[in-house]
């Protein structure tokens, strides 16, 4: 089992001006309610994602070159769980099936010569996420963070975040309109001179050091503003007795209601790519989906380049 957990950075995240980002993106995914939003699809995805490797990379055949040993792990026994986790209406319009059935999915797909049985869900609440925590390999979070409490779901709202947050003297500092119901120990508050008002709050771990890690390799993605700063150590910690890739960001970050950051993931995955050249992959995906966010906000006149970033790694 692998002890040493090394610190990489691998991406740097830059901000550049909107005329020079020209992004040539390989997934594209919209699916539309009556109402016009966007509706979660959980089956749509994995499926979109298994089409575009089967077009970009012979993977129903048995490899010619040694698979990285993260790929390998994953589908040494033959299945392979996925949760994706969908954050408040706040951070954007999306909807999930009323039907609880459609937020699952489970299918057989072949993977360099082996039948392998992929098994997704949805995650909806924190609860959900404990869960996933013990019995899922790949995790993606999209949310935010908190500002360093945890990420928020969508059924629980942005008064409940999932506690992560474990290091000592921590301060979670919330502006007043942000607080938004949290109900964390206050450490105080205080008021700048434009009158704008924060709390800070002490850091709360709760419902992490109640979780149970999975007992194997995890790949583990929290798409939340800043959470490499924010959760890099806790998620070290928790995850300090098993192989882990986590994946965080390194800026602020605006949800992906299409999700085509995860399937791009999901996608290299399946094609058994180097764990960097997954990052490199996502952080283009995100760009169009930072590009289209502030097309909607023209006044916004800078993106993130590249957002995702390596925390730690003890499987390539």
Avoid at 105 to 121: D, H, P, S
Avoid at 127 to 144: G, N, P, Q
Wanted: aromatic fraction near 10%.
């Amino acid at each position: 089992m692998y002890q040493n957990i090394n610190y990489i950075c691998l991406v740097i995240a830059l901000l550049v001006l909107v005329a020079s980002i020209g992004c040539s993106s390989r997934l594209s995914y919209t699916r539309q309610t009556p109402a016009g939003r966007t509706e979660i699809n959980i089956a749509d995805i994995i499926s979109h994602a298994y089409d575009a490797a089967c077009t970009q990379a012979q993977i129903s055949d048995t490899p010619t070159s040694p698979m990285p040993a993260y790929a390998r792990t994953l589908l040494a026994d033959g299945k392979l769980t996925i949760g994706i986790g969908i954050g408040t209406p706040d951070l954007g319009d999306v909807s999930v099936p009323d039907r609880r059935e459609k937020r699952y999915a489970q299918g057989e797909y072949m993977l360099y010569g082996k039948k392998i049985t992929v098994a997704a869900r949805l995650i909806l609440s924190k609860d959900a996420f404990k869960k996933a925590l013990s019995d899922c390999e790949i995790i993606y979070i999209t949310s935010h963070s908190r500002f360093g409490a945890g990420p928020v779901f969508l059924s629980d709202g942005k008064a409940h975040p999932f506690t992560m947050q474990r290091t000592l003297d921590y301060e979670i500092i919330m502006p007043k309109q942000e607080v938004c119901g949290y109900r964390g120990t206050v450490k105080k508050t205080y008021q700048i001179s434009s009158g704008k008002a924060y709390t800070v709050f002490e850091p709360n771990g709760t419902d992490l050091d109640n979780s149970v890690a999975y007992p194997g390799y995890q790949l583990l993605v929290l798409s939340t503003c800043f959470s490499k700063r924010h959760f890099l150590d806790e998620i070290q910690q928790f995850r300090k007795d098993y192989p882990t890739t986590a994946i965080f960001t390194t800026r602020a970050c605006c949800m992906d209601i299409t999700m085509r950051v995860v399937m791009r993931m999901i996608c290299e995955v399946f094609q058994g790519k180097p764990v960097g050249e997954v990052v490199a992959a996502m952080n283009e995906e995100y760009r169009e989906v930072s590009w289209n966010f502030v097309r909607k906000r023209i006044s916004q006149w800078r993106v993130i380049n590249n957002l995702y970033s390596i925390g730690i790694n003890t499987v390539q």
